[in-house]
């Protein structure tokens, strides 16, 4: 394997902590224990799975989640997500998002389609565990509150242990997590993987009257289902994926949807004409100038309507509230940094790092190549470029992308930047998922590069490709019936009689 330094001979075991039972956490803690570390991964919640560990309770006293993170109720799924990726793509190497035979009871019946529900996702994280064993590393209804280095004895050298603060909680129907006092452990790891997810803490815009504006507000992140807007007039601010679909999830319930934009002209695309032709009661508006006393939305062209309830679609702050690094690690409008290669912060390498900061990315396919990257790092089978080295990279990385007009807050978006920039980081930035952007580099060759550079997991086979873009083209065409489409080549169709007949083999998704 590219990357490293020959078979060392003796191979070290660490104690790690992994925060967050999600995905990433699920892909940390599997490839750690391959690697002969001893480890524990603490989740706040009552079940692994993260996101698609579906909660109807929101934080009901700050629905717009202002409040100083962290937010108490994790999940921002509402009830009608499906995937925006599809299933095929969406699997560990070894472990493939093949439809469940679970007939029913936890986590409901098993939903086939490629672009299944938030509860297939689920189910196939669990199955995940069970076929790895993994849920007797997991404590469960165990928060982080602080992860610190541990102090060192005097004269002490070599690498920082850390110290991680935890907590009992307990879910309580209704309203958001309680914590139980007295409950507070201190443990001492060698090693701490970041995995807390980063679609939790909502990123808010301003806006004029917002603060004034005594009518309902709320983020996305708290949107659940459309029942509470029957009948009324809803603005939705931005239209990414979750203010489309929130948007068709609320039309033939509210009176009037109206999905704002920053450009109008940019999102009328030919699968916004449709939505729009098809929804008399969704319109299309700039964006929103501000909000008024009475209730009354202005857009900025003028235009107004009497709103009853505004919803954020505007996006998600990285959010590490426990985590305390004396300021080596930072968020920066909505930079989590310095990171090698989104994992590694130079000066704390190998002993804390991240998994799953990358958006857009092939999860959990990236997240399982950043995870044995960081076991076989830590295992000592890997090696590091010295820490200077690495910040120069990330230095290099960060100028490169801002050449390029990348902002900022797009920092971890692997995707969207210009092809001619090629320091080896943004090599990673060629591959995207954003059904926004629909670059036919979706799956350029560069992340396989990086996958490959650190890691021997298999590459994306070619039909797995091709069902992506058919998929970028559908969604451009009609992002109504893009999910339901059924026009594989048939390679494709092949391939996935195959891929299917596969699963009995890796034990499938069991009942
Ligand atoms: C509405 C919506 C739709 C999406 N659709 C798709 C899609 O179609 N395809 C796709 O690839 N991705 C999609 N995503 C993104 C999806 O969230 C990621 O793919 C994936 O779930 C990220 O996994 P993660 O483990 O990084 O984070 P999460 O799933 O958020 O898991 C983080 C875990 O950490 C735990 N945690 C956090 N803080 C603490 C703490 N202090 N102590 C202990 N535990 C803690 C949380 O409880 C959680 O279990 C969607 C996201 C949303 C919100």
């Known amino acids: 394997m590219a990357g490293d330094d020959g078979p060392p001979l003796r191979l070290r075991s660490r104690k790690a902590c992994v925060v967050g039972a999600g995905m990433a956490g699920l892909a940390a803690a599997r490839e ?7 480890v524990t991964v603490m989740e706040q919640r009552g079940d692994v799975g993260g996101q698609w560990l579906y909660d109807p309770r929101t934080d009901a006293a700050d629905l717009l989640g202002a409040a100083p993170a962290p937010v108490r109720v994790h999940s921002s799924m509402y009830a009608s997500v499906r995937l925006i990726s599809p299933r095929e793509t969406m699997g560990f190497s070894d472990f493939q998002f093949v439809p469940s035979r679970h007939g ?3 986590g409901g019946a098993g939903d086939p389609r490629r672009f299944p529900d938030h509860r297939e996702v689920y189910r196939y994280l669990r199955d995940f565990c069970d076929a790895f064993g993994l849920m007797d590393a997991v404590r469960l209804n165990t928060r982080v509150v602080r992860v610190a ?4 004895p005097p004269g002490e050298g070599g690498e920082p242990k850390w110290a991680v603060m935890s907590m009992n909680v307990r879910e309580s129907e209704g309203e958001s997590d ?3 006092e007295a409950a507070v452990q201190e443990e001492v790891f060698d090693a701490v993987v970041v995995a807390n997810g980063h679609y939790s803490q909502p990123k808010l815009p301003t806006i004029n009257g917002m603060e004034q504006w005594r009518r309902r507000q709320l983020h996305s992140h708290s949107y659940r289902v459309p029942d509470p807007f029957r009948g009324e007039v809803v603005v939705l601010v931005g239209c990414g994926d979750s203010g ?3 948007a068709l999830d609320l039309c033939g319930v509210a009176r009037e949807v109206h999905l704002t934009a920053k ?3 940019a999102a009328t695309t030919p699968a916004m004409s449709k939505m729009l032709a098809n929804h008399g009661d969704l319109h299309l508006r700039p964006r929103v100038d501000r909000l008024r006393h009475d209730g009354r939305v202005v857009f900025a062209d003028g235009s107004s309507v009497v709103a009853d309830a505004v919803i954020y679609c505007t996006g998600y702050a990285y959010s590490f509230p426990f985590l305390d690094t004396g300021g080596l690690v930072t968020v920066d409008d909505n ?8 994992v590694f912060p130079p000066a704390l390498a190998p002993s804390l790092s991240f998994v799953g900061v990358p958006r857009k990315a092939i999860a959990p396919w990236l997240f399982e190549a950043q995870a044995r990257w960081i076991a076989r790092v830590l295992s000592g089978r890997s090696s590091l470029p010295p820490p200077e080295e690495m910040l120069r990279a990330v230095e290099e990385y960060n100028r490169a992308r801002e050449v390029a007009g990348v902002p900022k807050k797009y920092s971890h978006d692997i995707g969207g930047v210009d092809p001619s920039v090629r320091t080896f980081s943004c090599r990673l930035l060629a591959s995207r998922i954003s059904l926004h952007s629909m670059s036919n580099n979706f799956f350029d060759q560069e992340m396989y590069e990086f996958v490959a550079k650190y890691t021997d997991l298999p590459r994306v086979e070619e039909w797995k490709r091709e069902i992506i873009l058919t998929l970028l083209r559908n969604v451009k065409d009609d992002r109504e019936t893009f999910r339901d489409r059924d026009d594989d080549s048939e390679n494709v169709r092949q391939s996935v009689q195959r891929w299917l007949a596969m699963s009995a083999a890796q034990g499938g998704a069991t009942d």
């Open 32 to 38: 750690l224990r391959r690697e002969g570390h001893a």
């Open 104 to 106: 029913g009871g936890e």
């Open 149 to 152: 280095m541990a102090p060192r």
């Open 178 to 180: 309680q914590e139980e």
């Open 244 to 246: 489309l679909d929130i």
């Open 263 to 265: 450009s109008v002209e």
């Open 335 to 342: 930079r989590v940094g310095p990171l090698f290669e989104h």
